[in-house]
């Protein structure tokens, strides 16, 4: 069992910037990769940045450039670092983690950027 808890989510105006921290406890040694998805309303859940456990990252086109994910092994902590935020940023964004090919999400943090 892997326990993920989100933080960071807010109101911010469009071009600000934004720093999401995802806090992950439990069988962590078990853990493949790290990720954040959001989800818009009346959207499906997307694929927003992941990171394996090589350090390799990948991205949605929609946020190449702007968004950066990161990691510290010490706090078993991921990050993403959201910047030149637009209004079509504005979803629940989720952290997961893969352990095993068995999905673990967050409870979902509010990203809300008004224009």
């Known amino acids: 069992q892997v326990q993920l808890v989100e933080s960071g989510g807010g109101l911010v105006q469009a071009g600000g910037a934004l720093r999401l921290s995802c806090a992950a406890s439990?069988?962590?040694?078990?853990?493949?990769?790290m990720g954040w998805y959001r989800q818009a309303p009346g959207k499906q859940r997307e694929l927003v940045a992941v990171?394996?456990?090589?350090?390799?990252?990948n991205y949605a086109d929609s946020v190449k450039g702007r968004f950066t994910i990161s990691r510290d092994n010490a706090k078993n902590t991921v990050y993403l670092q959201m910047n030149s935020l637009k209004p079509e940023d504005t979803a629940v964004y989720y952290c997961?983690?893969?352990?095993?090919?068995?999905?673990?999400w967050g409870q979902g943090t509010q990203v809300t950027v008004s224009s």
């Open positions: 990171i394996i456990r090589g350090g390799n990252t």
């Open positions: 439990g069988n962590i040694c078990r853990i493949n990769g």
């Open positions: 997961n983690a893969d352990v095993l090919s068995t999905d673990y």
